[in-house]
């Protein structure tokens, strides 16, 4: 497993100084975004940009969840159109004036709007919603989970079985939500601007690069400290947090709703800046490709999932646009050189692998960064081979 | 009603044949080896190709051959299926054993590159992978010959090298070498196996039952693979081996058990029960590259209600699924309370999940109600390994 991510209890002014650093690097990284790109690159790249930044939110998520807390979830595509749908039921009912109802429901012979379209009259309730409906499903699907010790690999294929399951459940239901072709967004108004014009999507943009910093820091403060390690203890020996007398069930819940929270606000504000919402994002492919972004970045580092986020979408972008077929191809290959070259994605390879490397240029030791460090203690290094043996 | 009752336990009972022979394979590399294979639908998906491939090489032979192909194309599926398995086994999996999660996203990887492989796949492709193979361990072959100990990162430079050579060979024969190179060999869009005639039809029974004998030829064949698989592990020297490992594997490993071969052997074993599976499904419908996403969640399914190590979890698991879906995806369910006085509620209920798709939402959410009291299937392992 990756042996990376134990966070070292700082002394109190060192400690201090570091985060003043680190929060002015965000703050700074968050303007450059605001400001400079803008006028660099064009509305087209811009856009382009804004989207891959909101996957970066959701991938942020991901980390959290996998990266330091050891739960592979292939159904976080779930979580994302949810909160994208909930921004694009507002949107569709609020463009129309009073008694109206959205145009595709006359196709399927609905006349009166369905009750669970109510409430996204009001725009509070939808703010609310795009983050604690996910947040509330994922709680609920992780509890129902998580409570019985159904982890590893049943828990992927039970949130990729959940998955299908909500692609059937919305690609089916037509006259309730427009099924196959998805809510259009691009020519509702939001709050009395054109969400399709450029004004509107500028100012996305700038609320995407806003919720990517908050989302960080979010994340950040959940995995520094107390709560942190205890993710990190259910990740690296969840028997042996039992035994110490913690129930890890709730702090499982608990991060698997905080996640599905993070992607449902990016799921929302991906699908205001692509103008459309509709199951595809609920296709299996994209939700494993979620994952793999973490990878290619570095599990556990969360610098890591946002660059490879962007840096993966941008290839994938830049590539398929030149030659569609090989697709494919190239990120199967992703997917198996990050696996068994590089596990520790490339953050990863540059905090550990490198650093180390230099550390013994210049004669000292390699870093320590489990606690118990599992692979120098020959007794408990044995033990573990020996649970990796039986797999 | 007892006609529509004995119709409709006849077509669940047939869906989850298909679904029983889709995760045979799947359950015993999973419960051997705690690997889930995210490729498996693709292995299915070569099996599925390779029937389509010699049902066109009867074709050539005339008409009355063509009624026999599926004798040819069972064992061939099979073959194809577990070959590529093997490689897959030997080239990725092995060095990811104790990492299943880092597993199932590298059988993705494999699953994608599967995927545009039989959509692209033409003479000038399988020259360049042919190059690539004898570059790269023919190269490696020389380094262990010539270093005592081949290090990590001449392998990295050999395999880059042999890639560049292989793709520029390809593209080189994709582009000069004429169309008879770079026609791709399957198109992309789906492609029809048309089965054999004895296997148009059904078997009438009364006015209105008809049994397809398509859906019976795989009712057989799954009773068939289930028992070539009992037989193969209950009595033979390999099967013995396999259940030890599955059992335990490092006690078999100091009983002298090469688990290794043993691993790569049952790979082998689940890949080809998966391109058996890819050909009795091209009597159901047309093959393309996506076939086996259609199925492969569903076979999930099955392995995690039916429980690791003991096929008769996958019996059972896989018939209660495919008989609930088609009972309530069929709409007899809604139908049956229709019918009866003050059930109005639970009728209407039921019809609300009477199409295919929403079966299986109504499915998922009793797999999960199950979960809550048997959360390690129906027979689970027990002892005290299964917590490690």
């Not at chain 2, 008409?63 to 086994?89: K, R």
């Not at chain 2, 599955?246 to 082998?268: H, K, W, Y």
């Not at chain 2, 003050?342 to 929403?358: D, E, I, K, N, V």
Request: with cysteine; hydrophobic share 55%.
């Amino acid at each position: 497993m990756a042996t990376d991510t134990f966070v070292r209890p700082k002394k109190g002014r060192q400690a201090h100084q570091r985060l003043l650093v680190e929060v002015g690097l965000v703050i700074a990284i968050a303007l450059v975004l605001i400001l400079v790109i803008p006028a660099v690159v064009s509305g087209f790249r811009l856009g382009l940009l804004g989207r891959f930044l909101a996957l970066a939110i959701v991938a942020l998520g991901i980390d959290l969840i996998w990266g330091f807390t050891g739960l592979l979830s292939l159904g976080h595509g779930i979580f994302f159109a949810l909160g994208g749908y909930a921004l694009a039921m507002y949107l569709q009912i609020n463009t129309l004036g009073d008694g109206e109802l959205p145009e595709f429901f006359s196709l399927y012979g609905v006349t009166e709007l369905p009750w669970f379209w109510q409430p996204f009259y009001s725009l509070p309730f939808t703010l609310l919603a795009v983050f604690i409906i996910p947040a509330v499903v994922a709680g609920v699907l992780g509890y129902l989970v998580f409570r019985n010790r159904i982890r590893g690999v049943y828990f992927s294929i039970l949130t990729q079985a959940a998955l299908v399951v909500f692609f059937n459940f919305f690609n089916g239901q037509q006259e309730l939500i427009n099924g196959t072709n998805g809510l259009k967004t691009d020519t509702s108004t939001f709050l009395g601007v054109e969400v399709g014009s450029s004004s509107a999507q500028f100012n996305f943009y700038i609320l995407t690069v806003v919720f990517l910093a908050l989302a960080y820091a979010l994340c950040r403060w959940l995995t520094s400290g107390r709560f942190g390690r205890m993710l990190i203890a259910i990740r690296d020996d969840e028997n042996r947090m039992r035994f110490s007398g913690y129930d890890p069930t709730g702090f499982k819940v608990l991060v698997f709703a905080v996640s599905g929270a993070i992607a449902g606000i990016a799921g929302a504000l991906y699908t205001v800046q692509s103008g459309i919402v509709s199951p595809q994002y609920m296709d299996i492919a994209f939700s494993i490709e979620m994952v793999i972004w973490v990878a290619v970045g570095g599990r556990a580092t969360l610098v890591g999932a946002i660059l490879g986020a962007v840096f993966v979408n941008l290839g994938r972008s830049l590539l398929s646009e030149s030659f569609p077929e090989i697709w494919l191809f190239f990120q199967g290959a992703l997917f198996l050189l990050v696996v068994t070259a590089l596990p520790d994605g490339v953050v990863g390879w540059l905090r550990y692998r490198l650093s180390d490397r230099f550390r013994r240029w210049f004669g000292r030791s390699r870093s320590v960064v489990t606690p118990p460090l599992l692979e120098l203690d020959p007794d408990v290094g044995a033990e573990k081979r020996e649970a990796i043996d039986k797999r | 009603m007892i006609e529509g009752l004995i119709g409709g336990l006849f077509n669940g009972i047939s869906i989850g044949a298909v679904l029983l022979i889709v995760a045979l394979g799947l359950a015993i590399v999973f419960g051997l080896m705690g690997v889930i294979n995210l490729a498996h639908g693709e292995l299915m998906m070569l099996g599925a190709y390779t029937t389509y491939v010699v049902q066109n090489g009867f074709k050539a032979m005339g008409e009355s051959a063509l009624n026999f192909y599926i004798f040819a194309a069972l064992p061939l599926s099979f073959l194809v299926a577990a070959l590529v398995g093997l490689a897959l086994e030997r080239g990725v999996i092995r060095y990811l054993y104790g990492r299943p999660l880092e597993t199932l996203l590298a059988t993705w990887g494999v699953s994608l590159i599967l995927r545009q492989f039989v959509r692209s796949v033409n003479w000038a492709m399988i020259v360049g992978l042919v190059v690539l193979c004898g570059l790269f361990f023919g190269g490696r072959w020389v380094l262990q010959r010539s270093q005592r100990q081949v290090a990590g990162w001449m392998t990295a430079v050999l395999l880059t090298l042999s890639v560049a050579i292989a793709v520029a060979v390809g593209l080189l024969l994709n582009q000069n070498a004429g169309v008879a190179f770079s026609r791709p060999w399957f198109s992309a869009r789906n492609v029809d196996v048309t089965p054999p005639t004895w296997l148009r039809g059904g078997l009438a029974l009364g006015t209105t039952l008809q049994f397809p004998y398509a859906r019976l030829f795989i009712i057989v064949l799954t009773i068939a693979c289930l028992a070539g698989v009992y037989w193969f592990l209950q009595r033979s020297a390999w099967g013995l081996r396999i259940r030890a490992v599955t059992q335990n594997r490092s006690m078999s490993a100091c009983l002298g058990i090469p688990t290794e071969q043993v691993d790569a052997l049952t790979f082998a074993l689940g890949s080809g029960l998966a391109g058996i599976a890819g050909c009795a499904v091209t009597l159901l419908g047309s093959v393309g590259p996506n076939l086996g996403s259609n199925y492969i969640v569903d076979a999930f399914m099955v392995v995690v209600v039916g429980g690791v190590g003991k096929l008769v979890g996958s019996i059972v698991a896989a018939l209660v699924i495919g008989i609930v879906t088609y009972l309530v995806g069929s709409g007899t369910l809604a139908l049956l309370f229709t019918s009866a006085e003050g059930l109005q509620p639970l009728a209407a209920f039921f019809t609300f999940f009477a199409t295919t798709s929403m079966a299986k939402v109504m499915v998922f959410a009793l797999i999960i109600t199950f979960l809550q009291f048997k959360p390690a299937g129906m027979f689970p392992q027990k002892g005290r390994t299964v917590e490690a």
